[in-house]
């Protein structure tokens, strides 16, 4: 009883860490976004990959070595994808795409030399700390109790205690808890079943079967998606920093891949290298 009471306990801490580092990544980021725009924080999400390949070295969940072109290519990288999301946080530049919306003209981004666009960087770039621990975490987490439903069911759970908690200290006028319009309700539902379920379902499969690094560097698919929302119903502009620095970031994302790729493929031949001697000796034996 003891062998499986004490690792269901360390998943339920773990878990409990685990809403900690999103609360404080959800935080930083909705601060981010405030101070910066929505291209931005997608760009900026970029050093997930990044940030959760250095942490992955530190505890040992990712392997290090500087004569293996694998972990070259992962560590320069996760350099260039650094650089280039400092890239877009430090360098705007001018604007090569203006947004369909007129009605929505006031929302422009921050221009280069307003502070409060470092500002917001900064912001998000804690959040891409935090999402890192969290991803860390969650790799611990099904290590030690490989059950992905039982690990998404208990953190929906607490997520759900932990945002009730959260509102009702914040959010004081019971208005706001209204669902009516309709159109409330749905953004309701689909965050719970896109934004939570379906996508920490997911995530926590390929997690355990891939491990963080190689979950994380699929961030970089969202730039297009947000660039272009962006543009079309927000009516933001697309600043040339942007266009470079995710252009930088792109690059450091597939060198990590192809390290990514370059290991699984090495580990492959290493376990059939074991297979092929079992096999001989197990026909010497019948002969």
């Not at 004490?6 to 981010?32: D, K, R, T």
């Not at 530190?58 to 070595?65: G, I, K, S, T, W």
């Not at 009605?103 to 935090?130: E, K, R, T, Y």
């Amino acid at each position: 009883m003891g062998k499986l009471t004490l690792p269901f306990v360390g998943m339920i801490m773990a878990e409990l860490a685990q809403i900690v580092f999103s609360f404080m990544a959800q935080a930083f980021g909705y601060a981010g976004i405030n101070y910066s725009s929505a291209t931005l924080s997608t760009a900026m999400l970029n050093l997930v990959p990044g940030f959760t390949f250095v942490l992955a070295v530190l505890f040992r969940l990712e392997q290090f070595d500087w004569k293996n072109s694998s972990s070259v290519a992962k560590s320069l990288g996760t350099i260039v994808s650094i650089a280039g999301a400092f890239i877009a946080t430090l360098y705007k530049g001018p604007a090569i795409l203006m947004g369909l919306s007129p009605a929505n003209s006031s929302l422009q981004p921050l221009s280069s030399q307003d502070p409060n666009w470092i500002l917001g960087g900064l912001f998000l770039a804690l959040d891409c700390v935090m999402a890192s621990a969290f991803l860390i975490v969650q790799a611990y987490v099904l290590k030690k109790y490989p059950a992905e439903f039982i690990v998404v069911f208990f953190y929906c759970f607490f997520v759900a205690i932990q945002s009730a908690v959260t509102c009702l200290v914040v959010e004081r006028d019971i208005d706001a808890w209204s669902l009516e319009p309709m159109q409330r309700l749905l953004t309701v539902l689909y965050s719970a079943v896109f934004g939570s379920v379906f996508q920490v379902g997911v995530a926590t499969w390929c997690l355990h079967q891939t491990g963080p690094v190689f979950v994380c560097m699929f961030k970089p698919v969202g730039i297009i998606i947000s660039v272009v929302i962006g543009v079309v119903f927000l009516g933001d502009a697309f600043y040339l920093g942007s266009l470079v620095g995710a252009t930088v970031i792109v690059v450091g994302f597939y060198s990590v891949l192809w390290g990514k790729a370059r290991d699984i493929e090495q580990v492959s031949l290493e376990s059939r290298g074991k297979q092929t001697p079992l096999l001989k000796e197990n026909n010497i034996e019948e002969i």
